[in-house]
């Protein structure tokens, strides 16, 4: 449902930025102004998200539905922080979230959800160092196999974006014998074996949380 609009939000910003450092007089005034437009609608979707996850919230709380969140008990997740960061994850602002769950981490010292949020987000930002130091940190901290797969497999995914194939074939042989029904390492080994295709990663994670 949003691909489309932050499709057309991506191409806009992608004309402002190769052309306005050229332009002049009246085109200049026109990408200003569409930078602006992009600045409003950026903020509005920031808002809108996160009072519809609060509306969310309180129907399923009135209905005494259980969540993901509330049954894990974990207090961070109560933090507002770590709610704004989930949604900036959400809504693919991976540069705020990271902020978000920084503070976090800051707080709940030893989080391993926000920690993984925040490696997440670093990988997606292709910050590839700094996102496997912290995975790095989380990984004997879990037994949790569905959760070792995955960072596993973003470790993989590190690895092939640092060039270092067999490593990553490494990484992503042992996320597939820790969990075979997680798809995404065999993806991966195969784009690495290609040498064409997207390296996947992050898309289980919200719903083992």
């Not at 919230?57 to 005494?64: A, E, I, L, T, Y």
């Not at 809504?91 to 920084?102: G, P, R």
């Not at 065999?186 to 289980?204: A, D, I, M, P």
Request: net charge negative; hydrophobic share 40%; aromatic share 12%.
């Amino acid at each position: 449902m949003f691909q489309h609009v932050f499709a057309e939000m991506n191409d806009m910003l992608e004309e402002i930025a190769q052309v306005y450092p050229v332009a002049k007089g009246t085109q200049k005034q026109e990408l200003s102004k569409k930078w602006q437009m992009l600045k409003h609608m950026s903020d509005g979707i920031i808002e809108e998200w996160l009072s519809f996850e609060e509306k969310m919230s309180d129907v399923r709380k009135s209905w005494g539905l259980p969540d993901s969140m509330e049954s894990a008990e974990l207090p961070e997740m109560k933090s507002g922080s770590f709610i704004k960061g989930q949604g900036y994850y959400k809504l693919m602002m991976y540069s705020h979230a990271v902020e978000q769950f920084k503070l976090t981490t800051e707080e709940f010292k030893d989080s391993l959800l926000a920690r993984i949020y925040l490696a997440m987000s670093y990988l997606y930002m292709n910050e590839v160092r700094e996102a496997g130091r912290h995975f790095q940190w989380v990984l004997p901290l879990t037994e949790n196999k569905r959760l070792r797969s995955i960072i596993y497999n973003a470790l993989g995914c590190i690895e092939a974006k640092l060039n270092q194939m067999e490593r990553a074939r490494d990484y992503f042989l042992l996320a597939h014998h820790i969990d075979p029904t997680f798809t995404e390492p065999l993806s991966n080994l195969e784009v690495c074996k290609q040498k064409q295709g997207s390296l996947q990663f992050g898309s289980q994670l919200a719903a083992l949380m």
